[in-house]
Nanobody, 115 residues
Framework: VQLVESGGGLVQAGGSLRLSCAAS????????MGWYRQAPGKQRELVAN????????NYADSVKGRFTISRDNAENTVYLRMNSLQPADTAVYYC?????????WGQGTQVTVSS
């Protein structure tokens, strides 16, 4: 499975961004897709994920009500809509896909929120 991310960038506090992650390869083996992030000096943490059916989602408490994850199963693509961004959201965001063949990661995309 290969994951290609896009959509990061620089935004002012209160702004919005949308991240995209397109999966290719053995996508039939994927059961969950999501986003993690890692800020400098901190551990990688889960931001949000979504099951393959697209109906079951999970969010970190810090992003609930501000971020929305969605999935286009036909295109094997997962999206993360991020609203009301805060400087604390600044991090490298990694796409993740997991399933019965293991875990896969994207290369990461930088999100920087200026105050």
């Amino acid at each position: 499975v290969q994951l290609v991310e896009s959509g990061g960038g620089l935004v002012q506090a209160g702004g919005s961004l949308r991240l995209s992650c397109a999966a290719s390869g053995s996508t039939f083996a994927i059961t969950v897709m999501g986003w993690y992030r890692q800020a400098p000096g901190k551990q990688r943490e889960l931001v949000a994920n979504i099951r393959s059916g697209g109906s079951l989602t999970n969010y970190a408490d810090s992003v609930k009500g501000r971020f929305t994850i969605s999935r286009d199963n036909a295109e094997n693509t997962v999206y993360l809509r991020m609203n009301s961004l805060q400087p604390a959201d600044t991090a490298v965001y990694y796409c993740h896909a997991g399933g019965w063949r293991g875990d896969y990661w994207g290369q990461g995309t930088q999100v920087t929120v200026s105050s």
